[in-house]
Protein backbone atom coordinates (compact mmCIF):
# COMPACT_ATOMS: atom_id res chain seq x y z
CA UNK A 1 0.00 0.00 0.00
CA UNK A 2 1.22 3.49 -0.72
CA UNK A 3 0.87 4.95 2.38
CA UNK A 4 2.90 2.25 4.17
CA UNK A 5 5.47 2.15 1.44
CA UNK A 6 6.04 6.10 2.23
CA UNK A 7 6.08 5.72 5.88
CA UNK A 8 8.39 2.98 5.75
CA UNK A 9 10.90 4.50 3.40
CA UNK A 10 10.96 8.06 6.07
CA UNK A 11 11.68 5.63 9.34
CA UNK A 12 14.66 3.66 6.92
CA UNK A 13 16.12 6.37 6.10
CA UNK A 14 15.22 5.78 2.06
CA UNK A 15 14.74 8.15 -1.14
CA UNK A 16 10.89 8.72 -1.40
CA UNK A 17 11.35 9.13 -5.34
CA UNK A 18 12.19 5.44 -5.46
CA UNK A 19 9.29 4.42 -3.60
CA UNK A 20 7.10 6.56 -6.08
CA UNK A 21 9.25 4.83 -9.20
CA UNK A 22 8.10 1.54 -7.65
CA UNK A 23 4.36 2.69 -6.64
CA UNK A 24 4.25 3.92 -9.95
CA UNK A 25 5.17 0.71 -11.89
CA UNK A 26 2.84 -1.22 -9.63
CA UNK A 27 -0.20 1.05 -10.20
CA UNK A 28 0.40 0.39 -13.61
CA UNK A 29 1.00 -3.18 -14.02
CA UNK A 30 -2.17 -3.57 -11.99
CA UNK A 31 -4.23 -1.05 -14.43
CA UNK A 32 -2.84 -2.95 -17.39
CA UNK A 33 -3.76 -6.47 -15.96
CA UNK A 34 -7.34 -4.78 -15.09
CA UNK A 35 -7.57 -4.08 -18.53
CA UNK A 36 -6.23 -7.05 -20.14
CA UNK A 37 -8.74 -9.41 -17.73
CA UNK A 38 -11.96 -6.56 -19.27
CA UNK A 39 -10.96 -7.53 -22.32
CA UNK A 40 -11.22 -11.06 -21.65
CA UNK A 41 -14.33 -11.00 -20.60
CA UNK A 42 -15.61 -8.47 -23.15
CA UNK A 43 -14.94 -11.59 -25.75
CA UNK A 44 -17.58 -13.86 -23.97
CA UNK A 45 -20.10 -10.87 -23.78
CA UNK A 46 -19.21 -10.43 -27.85
CA UNK A 47 -20.43 -14.47 -28.21
CA UNK A 48 -23.79 -13.74 -27.45
CA UNK A 49 -25.00 -11.15 -29.85
CA UNK A 50 -22.60 -13.04 -32.65
CA UNK A 51 -24.20 -16.47 -32.05
CA UNK A 52 -28.08 -14.80 -31.66
CA UNK A 53 -27.63 -12.01 -34.83
CA UNK A 54 -24.80 -12.78 -36.66
CA UNK A 55 -24.73 -16.38 -37.49
CA UNK A 56 -28.42 -16.77 -38.32
CA UNK A 57 -28.23 -13.68 -41.01
CA UNK A 58 -24.93 -16.15 -42.25
CA UNK A 59 -27.30 -19.38 -42.56
CA UNK A 60 -29.95 -17.28 -44.46
CA UNK A 61 -27.41 -16.51 -47.26
CA UNK A 62 -25.16 -19.31 -47.50
CA UNK A 63 -28.42 -21.79 -47.73
CA UNK A 64 -30.85 -19.23 -48.72
CA UNK A 65 -30.43 -20.27 -52.61
CA UNK A 66 -29.69 -23.82 -51.43
CA UNK A 67 -33.28 -23.81 -50.00
CA UNK A 68 -34.89 -21.42 -52.46
CA UNK A 69 -33.69 -24.16 -55.56
CA UNK A 70 -34.57 -27.58 -53.23
CA UNK A 71 -38.71 -25.41 -52.83
CA UNK A 72 -38.52 -24.51 -56.85
CA UNK A 73 -41.32 -27.28 -58.19
CA UNK A 74 -40.39 -29.01 -60.99
Same mark, same amino acid.
Given at each position: ? !??? $?V??? +?? !? ?5 K ?7 EMR??R??? $?? +????? $???K #???P #?????F??L??VL??? $??LI ?5
Amino acid at each position: N !FIQ $AVIQS +EQ !FGTGIGKILRIQADEMRRRRRQR $AQ +ERGAQ $ATLK #MMLP #MVGCIFPTLWIVLLGP $AVLILMRPR
